[in-house]
């Protein structure tokens, strides 16, 4: 798929099976034959897919778009939002761009308010590293990679939003603190978790969609940061990133999807990650953190993406949130399920790809005038 309008097209027919979702495996009509946000609970799967709409709607200055991510927000807030954890505070990502298109004081006091409370109140494990609280468990001791997409990158776009340096700093230290624990030096994947209480990665998963967090959410990081990203932790994180994309570049299958234990070839597929890897690789060699020769990697991990597309939208094998396994076959067991981030790390590849073939495009454009 080469074409714009086909990835454009394609874009607009993920987007809306993400509003046909009124909650995990549910899906229904369109509201009123209308693009309505119908997801019922602010928690960390909608707001992985509120990120990821937001960056479409931004992508193609869609303000229709941005006004309904900003109604489904008023809604949510209205009614009265969940106790603060991880997982509740990945829709605050979204929040915190959405607040650039939308004037509201009151969601710029709620944007700061919760910045402060990650720093202030979140609990803390040893090293200080954000514990990975959420609304079944405290999950006491407990590192692991999903927190820092979740909650560190909102953090850190909020430092940037309102200069508020301690905040970006938070952030950044939090990479460091979980890729001590989480990352393998050998493989140079990451591990779904770790426990201070008993000292261990528990079922040692190199799990996909765990990984695909990282992938992910280091280039973000950078980006959203820009110059406040301290110049060391830049380097370190570009370092980490390489050699868990390298270590990718032989685990990927023919096909360019990727299995759900990434080492495991007897462990079912999984389109999210393979997702998350691919938009991840394109974004950091479009911000010059991977050199081009990864990019393969990417192109064939879109292929099979696509592929598994349905025609109303609902991206197919995405396997159900996945607490932290024990066992190996705790995660060769999770089913697949539409889902808000399903949906969403594919629009984000979607939106990088088309961002990308646009730029070629005007490019040629360019150049061409030049030879005239």
Sequence with gaps: ??????????????????????????TAPLAGG??????????????VGLYGLLRYAELSGD?????????????????????????????MLALSILIDHVDRPDWQALVQDWADWL?????????????????????DGELWDDTLFMTCLFLARAGKRFNRADWIDEAVHQFLVHTRYLGDPVSGLWYHGWTFNGRHNFAKAFWARGN????????????????????FAKRFLQSVLRSQVSALETLQ???????????????????????????????????????????????????????????DGIVLE????TPMGHDLDFYRRIPNVPAPYGQALVMLLLVETLSGRKKMERLRSTRMAGAE
């Design 1 to 26: 798929m080469k074409n714009t309008g086909d990835i454009s097209r394609l874009l607009s027919s993920v987007s809306l099976g993400l509003a046909r979702l009124k909650g995990m495996n549910e």
């Design 34 to 47: 209308r693009f309505t946000i119908q997801f019922d609970e602010w928690d960390w799967e909608v707001g």
């Design 63 to 91: 303000e229709d778009l941005i006004a309904s991510i900003a109604a489904w927000y008023d809604w949510q807030i209205e009614r009265g939002l969940p106790p603060r954890q991880v997982n509740s505070t990945s829709p």
């Design 119 to 139: 720093v202030s109140g979140l609990a803390k494990t040893e090293d200080g590293g954000f514990q990975h609280v959420v609304k079944e468990r405290m999950n």
């Design 212 to 231: 695909s967090w990282i992938t992910v959410a280091v280039p973000e990081l950078i980006a959203l940061v820009g110059d406040a990203m301290p110049p």
């Design 253 to 311: 299958r023919d096909d360019g999807i990727f299995f759900t234990l990434l080492d495991d070839s007897q462990s079912p597929v999984e389109t999210s990650a393979t997702a998350g890897f691919a938009y991840g690789i394109l974004r950091a060699i479009d911000i010059g953190l991977l050199p081009e020769k990864y990019r393969p990697i990417a192109d064939k991990a879109f292929q099979a993406v696509i592929a598994r597309i349905g025609e």
């Design 318 to 321: 995405v396997s159900d949130g």
